[in-house]
């Protein structure tokens, strides 16, 4: 009895961890080829590059598809043997990464959990431990429902959660974990709090004396034997402290400079369209952005297109598109942490961020007159989609348990 409750808590729990983190992945599959990007480009596999995009859905699909097997019994040998295999991998892996560090964060659960490579190795130990009670046990392990049934709800569950990645990508992740989120405040994101731990360091002093050298510390430098020269010295980061969630925002304009601070305390609403990359905005979604900013104009709401672009790269838009945008220069990896989309639009008012729209998803210009309603029925928009998604979710688990009932009953009868 004690070991048939072990493998039920082993698989219910490597199962739901492979689920949280298949899940988060593909809210935001951007997120998750950025991240393969580094990856590659850390690994000198350059020419994957082009994979970036289709690895994300897959690793995404396939930890929650083992995850949803584990949880709910449903070809659980099969599932046994890829999680075992799978976190073999991936616990090498991150011990690799633990100690070179090509990439400081895995991104194992996207942007909802950020770990050190070093927490991401323990993380894995421990659910491996699992996985191999399981994997040894996996003779012992059997689902409950015909073969049909088990094929038809890993179907089911691998559409869903393709059809998740595939909406996330065409418009905005379901879940935004990252601290621009609609509702964030900019300026409280960047605050430090008083008490918060600051950066440690530990400097080594090389001295010598008598033609040899030593490395001496803060507490056995030799202060009062002054017949020590000194060499040299090297500084090592031990702790790098608190860093406030959003530290990089700058909006840099071309003749003002810096005005971050200016447009973070605008009371009326700003209008920012991010480009990370500015020559990759197609005509259609230019003339969308030129009539926005025309009507935003209109009722003196300021509007620029963000971008880490050289000026060159803008003007040339405005050139070829005959329109008039005003620009500012920001961090490209920050504008691509801002929003999914490029280019995408977001809304902010007193420093906090409103609303965010995909370019699939742009406003009508007419909406740009009342831009705080506008945005509140984007946001019912995107949670009636949420709800959906939900909704389907759930009907696959009912039709999952009528279907057993049914089997149950039959067999009884």
């Not at 219910?12 to 590659?40: N, Q, R």
Request: hydrophobic letters at 45%; glycine letters at 4%; proline letters at 5%.
């Amino acid at each position: 009895m004690m070991w048939r409750l072990l493998r039920l808590i082993s698989r219910l729990f490597v199962g739901a961890t492979f689920i949280f983190s298949g899940f988060v992945k593909a809210v935001d599959p951007v997120g998750g080829a950025i991240k393969f990007h580094d990856y590659f480009q850390a690994f000198h596999m350059d020419w994957l590059i082009s994979m970036t995009m289709p690895a994300s859905f897959a690793l995404a699909s396939l930890e929650f598809i083992i995850g949803i097997l584990l949880v709910f019994n449903i070809f659980p040998k099969t599932a046994t043997r890829a999680s075992f295999y799978f976190l073999i991998f991936f616990t090498i892996l991150t011990l690799g990464l633990a100690i070179f560090n090509p990439v400081s964060d895995c991104g194992c659960f996207g942007d909802a959990i950020k770990l050190t490579n070093w927490q991401t190795f323990w993380k894995n130990i421990i659910i491996l431990v699992f996985a191999v009670y399981l994997y040894f046990s996996k003779s012992r392990l059997a689902s409950p429902y015909s073969l049909s049934i088990q094929r038809v709800f890993a179907v089911f569950m691998l559409i869903y959660i393709l059809g998740v990645s595939v909406y996330s990508l065409r418009h905005l992740p379901l879940i935004d974990f990252r601290p621009y989120s609609e509702g964030s405040n900019i300026p409280a994101g960047m605050t430090i709090p008083e008490d918060a731990p600051q950066p440690q360091y530990k400097t080594t002093f090389i001295l010598e004396k008598d033609g040899i050298q030593k490395e001496f510390n803060e507490n056995n430098y030799p202060y009062e034997d002054t017949t020590w020269v000194f060499v040299d010295s090297k500084t090592e980061l031990i702790s790098e402290g608190y860093t406030p969630p959003i530290h990089d925002f700058v909006l840099q304009h071309p003749q003002k400079g810096d005005i971050t601070d200016q447009l973070l305390n605008l009371k009326k609403p700003l209008f920012l369209a991010v480009s990370p990359v500015i020559s990759e905005i197609n005509p259609k979604i230019a003339q969308k952005l030129a009539h926005l900013n025309a009507r935003a104009r209109e009722y003196d709401f300021p509007f620029y297109i963000l971008t880490a672009s050289t000026l060159d790269d803008a003007q040339r838009l405005n050139a070829s598109y005959k329109t008039d945008f005003e620009f500012l220069q920001g961090d490209e990896t920050n504008l691509k942490t801002i929003i999914r989309s490029n280019p995408g639009l977001v809304l902010m008012q007193n420093g906090t961020v409103v609303a965010k729209w995909h370019h699939n998803d742009f406003p009508a210009a007419s909406e740009i007159k009342n831009p705080v309603s506008a945005a509140l029925k984007q946001q019912k928009t995107k949670q009636t989609r949420t709800l959906l998604l939900g909704h389907i979710f759930l009907i696959a688990l009912v039709a999952l348990i009528i279907l057993k009932s049914r089997k149950t009953i039959n067999k009884n009868q």
